[in-house]
């Protein structure tokens, strides 16, 4: 799904303890990171792009739906066809769900964000193993870099605000719709403390 130019556009999901219970499923996950990636589609066209039964992602769907995860996209269906769109781009973890009072919800918390390091690796792996098929220009713009700093909990956080900042300083600056050149870039950020032997 393309993602608005303007910032302030961009519509974020802030997920707290009953939504997250909505989404934290690997079929949930995959639907609405489908639909948000390629646009509106049916239960149908989903089933076979993630090799699952229409069965399933219609009742998937459903329990987005009722999320406020997905929605209606009418303006695309013809006939009894339901056709469904992301509600929003993005969602927005609170790090408070891991250390909630619900082991239910900690669960939730644990399994969402083991998806979403998932997620991750198989879109690298996609990468890597598809680069070829990309124009030279691209070939030659994409990267796979890791650091290790020594940082303090205030400096790491410090570094995570101001990587974010520069990224949403790029949807700005980004080319509209038709622009030649231009493709829907995945930028992943990990800052995490590890121990040495």
Known sequence: ??????????KVHSLDARSLRGLAHPLRMELLRALRRNGPATA????????????????????????????????????RERWWKAAHEGVRF???LVR???????????LFL?????????????????????????RTSWDLSDW??????????????????????YR?????EGA???EQVRVHTHVFPTRTD
Request: aromatic residues 6%.
């Open 180 to 182: 030649p050149d231009a």
């Open 44 to 79: 149908s066209q989903l089933a076979a792009k993630l090799g699952e039964s229409s069965g399933a992602t219609s009742y998937h769907l459903r329990q987005l739906a009722a999320h406020g995860f997905v929605e209606d996209a009418p303006e695309h269906g013809k006939g």
């Open 94 to 96: 609170d790090d408070a």
């Open 172 to 176: 700005a600056k980004a080319p509209g």
């Open 148 to 169: 290790t700093l020594r940082l303090t909990p205030e400096l790491a956080d410090e570094l995570k605000q101001r990587m974010h900042e520069l990224l949403e300083s």
């Open 100 to 110: 909630d009072g619900d082991p239910e919800v900690r669960g939730a918390a644990d």
């Open 114 to 138: 083991h998806e979403v390091a998932n997620q991750h690796t198989r879109e690298i792996a996609t990468w890597l193993g598809t680069q070829g098929d990309w124009p030279e220009s691209w």
């Open 1 to 10: 799904m393309d993602e608005p130019n303007d910032p302030q556009d961009f």
